[in-house]
């Protein structure tokens, strides 16, 4: 939903809709000044998805602070405790029932109120999110950087669309990803290099087997189109300046070749 328009929201939404979820997609914020508009407007709930968002912001406000937030700690996110997430709310009683969830449904010790789950996290994985976090900006300024040059140097050439960042908003590049023609050869081509890439994502959410039995029937082209063409670049952290000169080489020796 990050280039989802708000108008085609307006569009979905009726009598069953009870809430918006936005995914920030790649580390870029959905627009959420519309989106909190429009769920004020008809009285909805806002639950983001902020799992490659860690420290993206919209119009200077940081993603998982506009409505409910969810956060994931995979290995390969911009920051990590190696598994699990957080939620972040100002709504105390979503806070409190969430910390009831991850623990068995419980406020008291052995005083089961609702279900619940073991859902904890460890001391040692909370020990290394808040290392994590005080390392969250340099993290995402090295992708930045990265992106940047990766940005500049694809820029010329035909056959690609690099990624962009929307005015006003703070891209944190989870993943660089451009739309490319001959993305499946691009990407074995990179891969013969030493190249790794990766595709976000092959499958669209519409045509995944359990969506597929929900009865979804809409036609969904523009999601089609991107499946096909989407590809990830590098562009983590521990990249050298040489490591991204050499993507952008190897990219352009490809389409100059083709």
Do not use: W
């Not at 956060?71 to 972040?88: A, C, H, L, R, W």
């Amino acid at each position: 939903m990050t280039l989802c328009a708000p108008v085609v929201i307006k569009e979905k939404i009726n009598s069953k809709t009870k809430a918006i979820m936005p995914v920030h997609l790649y580390g870029q914020s959905a627009d959420m000044k519309a989106i909190m508009e429009i769920a004020e407007d008809y009285k909805l709930v806002v639950i983001e998805d902020a799992c490659q968002a860690h420290g993206a912001e919209c119009l200077g406000k940081k993603t998982g602070s506009f409505g409910t937030g969810a956060f994931s700690f995979y290995p390969t996110k911009n920051m990590t405790t190696s598994e699990g997430g957080i939620i972040t709310t100002s709504d105390r009683e979503i806070a409190e029932k969430s910390k009831m969830i991850r623990a068995h449904g419980s406020r008291v010790r052995y005083l089961h109120e609702m279900l619940g789950f073991n859902l904890r996290m460890t001391d040692i994985a909370a020990a290394i999110g808040l290392a994590q976090l005080e390392k969250l900006d340099g993290f995402n300024a090295s992708r930045q950087k990265n992106a940047a040059m990766l940005s500049e140097g694809l820029k010329s050439i035909s056959g690609i669309v690099p990624a962009t960042t929307r005015e006003g908003y703070t891209h944190v590049f989870h993943q660089y990803t451009i739309r490319a023609q001959n993305r499946d050869k691009l990407a074995d081509f990179l891969k013969e290099k030493g190249i790794g890439t990766g595709v976000h994502y092959p499958i669209p959410i519409h045509k995944q087997p359990y969506y597929m039995e929900l009865g979804y029937k809409d036609s969904l082209p523009i999601s089609d189109k991107a499946a096909e063409e989407v590809l990830s670049l590098p562009v983590h952290p521990a990249l050298s300046r040489d490591d991204v000169l050499k993507v952008i080489k190897e990219v352009k020796e490809f389409y100059a070749s083709a």
